[in-house]
């Protein structure tokens, strides 16, 4: 039996179809690259955010910080700390400490 349908409106079965095709084509592997990641909260907000759009093993995380090196009475989470924080979302984290320069310089092959 054919299904019948008013002009402009797709079937559930082609719509699904279509659907999947057009999703399939924009879902990939997504990262976010923060470099400072102090407190950590802008890290959350933008992992939260992007899970709206990605499942948890299809995100990265990397994030390059000071951690522990930081001055002196300078706010901000140590490395251990900031992992524990973040891979709660569930998504793929990278933590690289150091100084953003020389960090990114030495990870910048192994970002893509």
Not at 29 to 55: D, P, V
Not at 82 to 96: D, K, P
């Amino acid at each position: 039996m054919r299904e019948r349908h008013s002009a402009g409106v797709i079937p559930d079965q082609r719509l699904n179809a279509r659907l999947k095709a057009l999703t399939s084509a924009y879902v990939s592997t997504a990262a976010i690259l923060e470099i400072g990641i102090g407190s950590g909260e802008r890290a959350s907000r933008m992992i939260e955010l992007a899970l709206r759009y990605q499942a948890p093993d299809c995100l990265r995380y990397i994030g390059i910080d000071l951690f522990e090196a930081r001055p002196p009475k300078t706010p901000g989470l140590t490395l251990k700390r900031a992992h524990r924080q973040l891979s709660e979302w569930g998504a793929s984290i990278r933590l690289i400490p150091g100084d953003p320069a020389s960090a990114l310089t030495c990870t910048a092959n192994g970002l893509g």
